[in-house]
């Protein structure tokens, strides 16, 4: 079993900045992928940002040039830092790793349990 920690969420305002970190633990052969996703009030599971192991990152259109996903591979972590946050971030922000999975091309995806952020207008 995998273990995903986040971190980091909380009340910022409009402008502001927030990071949140997700450090794993537990049973981590290798890593495939590590991101994130948010979830806002009546609204669909949202991928945020995601990085792979060869430090290669995908955004949703909305946080680029805003939002920067890393990874401290040595600690099996992965940061989010949020700037010029507007009340549309507002969300719970879900991290996730990707190990690969039983099966060619498989992975299994673990989840954190959620960190929320709320950006005050």
């Known amino acids: 079993q995998v273990q995903l920690v986040e971190s980091g969420g909380g009340l910022v305002q409009a402008g502001g900045s927030l990071r949140l970190s997700c450090a794993a633990s537990?049973?981590?052969?290798?890593?495939?992928?590590m991101g994130w996703y948010r979830q806002a009030p009546v609204k669909e599971r949202e991928s945020v940002a995601s990085?792979?192991?060869?430090?290669?990152?995908n955004y949703v259109d909305s946080v680029k040039g805003r939002f920067t996903i890393s990874r401290a591979n040595a600690k099996n972590t992965v940061y989010l830092q949020m700037n010029s946050l507007n009340a549309e971030d507002t969300a719970v922000y879900y991290c996730?790793?990707?190990?690969?999975?039983?099966?060619?091309?498989?992975?299994?995806?673990?989840w954190g349990q959620g960190t929320q952020v709320t950006v005050s207008s």
């Open positions: 537990g049973s981590i052969e290798s890593i495939i992928a």
């Open positions: 996730y790793l990707d190990q690969p999975g039983g099966g060619w091309g498989s992975r299994t995806r673990y």
């Open positions: 990085i792979t192991t060869g430090g290669s990152t």
